[in-house]
């Protein structure tokens, strides 16, 4: 599987931004997805999972209620809707793969694109 994330920015606090994760391969829908991000000077961090079905998400204490994970397998994307942005959300964002069906736990994933980077203003 290969992923191409696209959609950061810059914005300011309170506003919002949606991420895009496009995967190759016939085999999308089966696969676990989910977000990480990395701060600077910061451990990456996982973000969000879904799994194979759009009801099955999880997410990192720091975004509930802010960020939402979706997936659109027809189009073999997976998206990050992130709202009410802060400051201590500016990181590299990547999102990943897995074959496991744990879409709630951040363990696992093995396939991974390029980060898009998002940074937002105070």
Known sequence: VQLQASGGGLVQAGGSLRLSCAASGRTFSSYTMGWFRRAPGKEREFVAGIGWTAGLTYYADSVKGRFTISRDNAKNTV???????????????YCAAKSSTYYYTPAGYTYWGPGTQVTVSS
């Open 79 to 93: 998206y990050l809707q992130m709202n009410s942005l802060k400051p201590e959300d500016t990181a590299v964002y």
